[in-house]
């Protein structure tokens, strides 16, 4: 199946060091509907598009352009820990693939974030909250290095739970 996963780039970026965010709707549609805020608010470029034919047959309809369901987009900017990252590439769709999917398209992800040499990547994903108060982000590190990341940043590591679907867990250990 992972031969049917093709990620085409229409422009060739030199995405070394790269912070790579993966943007795909999962509880309460949070992966989109960041992504889609970092992509505005940071004006980054439609660089390319996954595509597969396991893919719900649509297309994305922004600024009045029909795109691909899964689209990349890329842009210089400094991001990451100690902003060590001099450029942002987000991977964003509105849908989630069927489940049978999510693992090689994870697979195809990471192999071509290793490819562009990017420096780590970053899932977006949601959680089930009753009663809050008081909004807090949690994080899951996949290396110690990323573990530090979390606590240099107070970002609380949750210790028990389950990421639902997400592609980035699907991928084993991250980029270091």
């Not at 309460?28 to 505005?40: E, K, Q, T, W, Y």
């Not at 489940?99 to 420096?119: G, H, Y």
Request: proline residues 6%; negative net charge; charged residues 20%.
């Amino acid at each position: 199946m992972e031969e049917d996963i093709q990620i085409i780039e229409y422009k060739e970026m030199n995405l070394a060091d790269a912070m790579l965010i993966e943007a795909f709707p999962t509880v309460g549609l949070v992966g989109s509907i960041a992504g889609h805020f970092i992509i505005d608010t940071l004006h980054l470029e439609e660089i390319g598009a996954i595509t597969s034919r396991y893919f719900v047959p649509a297309a994305v309809i922004h600024n009045g352009y029909p795109s691909p369901p899964v689209r990349i987009y890329a842009g210089k900017k400094t991001c990451g820990p100690d902003d060590s990252c001099s450029q942002l590439v987000v991977i964003i769709s509105e849908f989630m693939p069927a489940v049978d999917v999510v693992k090689p398209l994870a697979d195809a992800i990471l192999e071509w974030a290793k490819r562009k040499k990017c420096k780590m990547i970053v899932s977006l994903e949601g959680t089930h909250a009753v009663n809050v108060k008081k909004l807090k982000a949690y994080g899951v590190a996949s290396t110690p290095r990323m573990k530090e990341t979390l606590q240099t940043h107070g970002i609380e590591e949750t210790k028990e739970g389950m990421i639902q679907a997400s592609l980035g867990y699907c991928c084993g250990r991250a980029p270091s």
